[in-house]
């Protein structure tokens, strides 16, 4: 065929998912109408499958009543059809385990055919995901058209071969699965050796109900913060004064440590002038200030590389002759948990000035705080490239199942075996089995379509299924709630009443509408 990806068997042909099976897409009942929720029916969205690694899926957050299944455009999909989502994200993939709906998110796939194994067609769809983006058209964000779906070209294995496929993917995707649990319990483990050994020193150290738990060993004291160094709270100039900003002294947010590694920070996304020092409540730190955030979120922690400021989101130690910087940073770093404990505040946790100043730490004399250091950091190293190690191993891992489907749907996953049926009369059986399906559901989806379009309105259902966002009045059409005839009646009069407006898609050349 035409749209051919890549040489098959001779012996399979390339057919598309509408050869094979019958698309339908979901729909969302009314959120209005409180009938329609919290029935008995499995309804599920892409969301649903974010992070999902089953093959088979049997429900998710919410389900539907039959009224809300029989008023809106889902269809209840029976067991072992497959599930694709085409849009927000497209290239979620499951299998249902029981009768099931879904929202308007899928293009989904239901398979009569006993020629047409369900897990075949799931481990292809696995792969096809940048195909289906390169199907899809949106300006707001890409969907795939039922129509489009349909078009997707699948190569067709003889059914005796799909099921060695089959057999032989859950063989070694199976033993994929145990090797990257297995590295993940490795970095687990890796992370929690790293927290032992770091933090241990400090872990016992720390109050409990308000009392000290350890003994210190010799030389050592316990002090609080403030007395290791003088503590200042940071400040933001006012955002409408233009004069203030895009300076050249360094001002940093919270939002500037997330996901941030290294031990020292320079500077962060905005720069304050010397004008806003003068005009705010923003103080200068000098370079080895150690910072720690103790609001959205408490517990980060850095060491100034340079002379910089902060925001209020930050109280920051300027540490004295009795501490070594890189001492106070990693004791700091231990105590999140307990921060957070010592907190207080409505709207988030926030940890105060007073409360800061008094959290109780062990001071070893400064050599021996040298000299922790030091051992500190070259567990961090370690460790660091051990996980490193294992982060690579888990990513060849996760390439090789890649692998495993793409030769999987090549033919090369599986020494052939003779067919008992020449492909082009198993491809006119699907195609037979598939019409004799229709044919029982003819009777129940004619009743389904009547009951719907003696009640629905089209302003609702609009207002339902894309609110906010564009659509074509194909897909009006491709939901058959209504007839031609009583779609373009109430088409016509919420066009005129300017309920929908059209827009001109330039790059993709076709016409899409929004609710006003």
């Known amino acids: 065929m035409d749209n051919a990806l890549y040489d098959i068997p001779d012996s399979w042909k390339w057919v598309t998912l509408g050869d094979i099976g019958i698309v339908v897409s979901g729909g969302t009942p009314s959120t209005r109408e409180p009938e329609f929720w919290n029935g008995d029916i499995p309804w599920i969205t892409p969301a649903d499958l974010s992070g999902y690694d089953e093959i088979y899926i049997s429900e998710g957050a919410r389900k539907i009543t039959q009224i809300g299944l029989d008023y809106s455009s889902a269809y209840l999909l029976p067991e072992n059809s497959v599930v694709f989502s085409s849009r927000a994200p497209i290239g979620y993939v499951a299998i249902t385990k029981n009768k099931m709906a879904t929202n308007q998110g899928f293009k989904n796939l239901i398979l009569p055919s006993s020629l047409i194994n369900c897990k075949y067609t799931y481990y292809y769809l696995k792969t096809i995901k940048k195909l289906a983006e390169q199907k899809a058209s949106g300006t707001t964000f890409l969907e795939l058209s039922a129509a489009k779906f349909k078009q997707i070209p699948i190569p067709l294995a003889p059914i005796e071969e799909q099921l060695r496929i089959v057999e032989k993917i859950d063989e070694l995707v199976s033993y994929t699965n145990i090797s990257i649990v297995n590295i993940n319990q490795a970095l687990e483990n890796a992370n929690l050796y790293l927290k032992k050994s770091i933090y241990q020193l400090f872990r016992g150290n720390l109050l409990q109900n308000g009392h000290r738990l350890k003994i210190l060993p010799d030389?050592?004291?316990?002090?609080?913060?403030?007395?290791?160094?003088?503590?200042?709270?940071?400040?933001?100039?006012?955002?409408?004064?233009?004069?203030?900003?895009?300076?050249?002294?360094?001002?940093?947010?919270?939002?500037?440590?997330s996901n941030y590694k290294e031990k020292y920070i320079s500077k962060g996304q905005k720069n304050i002038t010397e004008l806003a020092i003068e005009k705010s409540s923003v103080k200068i730190l000098p370079k080895e200030t150690v910072l720690f955030s103790t609001r959205a979120p408490i517990g980060y922690v850095v060491i100034a590389k340079n002379e910089l400021t902060t925001n209020q989101g930050f109280k920051s130690i300027v540490p004295n002759e009795k501490i070594d910087s890189s001492f106070l940073y990693y004791f700091l770093k231990s105590i999140t948990e307990y921060a957070n404990k010592i907190a207080s505040g409505t709207t988030f946790l926030e940890l105060s000035t007073e409360k800061f100043k008094e959290i109780p730490i062990p001071i070893p004399p400064i050599e021996e705080q040298v000299k922790i250091v030091v051992e500190i950091e070259q567990v961090l190293n370690n460790t660091d490239n051990l996980i490193n190690e294992l982060t690579i191993q888990k990513e060849k891992i996760i390439n090789s199942k890649e692998k495993i489907l793409k030769e999987a749907f090549q033919g090369k996953l599986t020494s052939r075996v003779e067919a008992d049926t020449l492909i082009d009369l198993q491809l006119e059986k699907i195609k037979k089995q598939n019409k004799e399906f229709l044919m029982k559901q003819e009777e129940v989806l004619r009743t389904q379509t009547k009951t719907k379009k003696n009640n629905y309105d089209l302003k609702?259902?609009?207002?339902?299924?894309?609110?906010?966002?564009?659509?074509?009045?194909?897909?009006?059409?491709?939901?058959?709630?209504?007839?031609?005839?009583?779609l373009s009646e109430q088409w016509n009069v919420l066009i005129n009443n300017g309920y929908v407006k059209k827009v001109y898609d330039t790059e993709n050349k076709i016409i899409q509408f929004k609710k006003a």
């Open 219 to 257: 030389g050592w004291k316990w002090k609080t913060l403030k007395d290791v160094g003088e503590i200042y709270n940071g400040g933001t100039p006012k955002t409408s004064v233009s004069e203030y900003w895009n300076g050249s002294i360094p001002w940093i947010t919270p939002s500037d440590l």
């Open 460 to 486: 609702e259902i609009i207002s339902t299924q894309f609110d906010k966002v564009f659509f074509r009045f194909e897909d009006l059409v491709e939901m058959d709630i209504f007839s031609l005839a009583q």
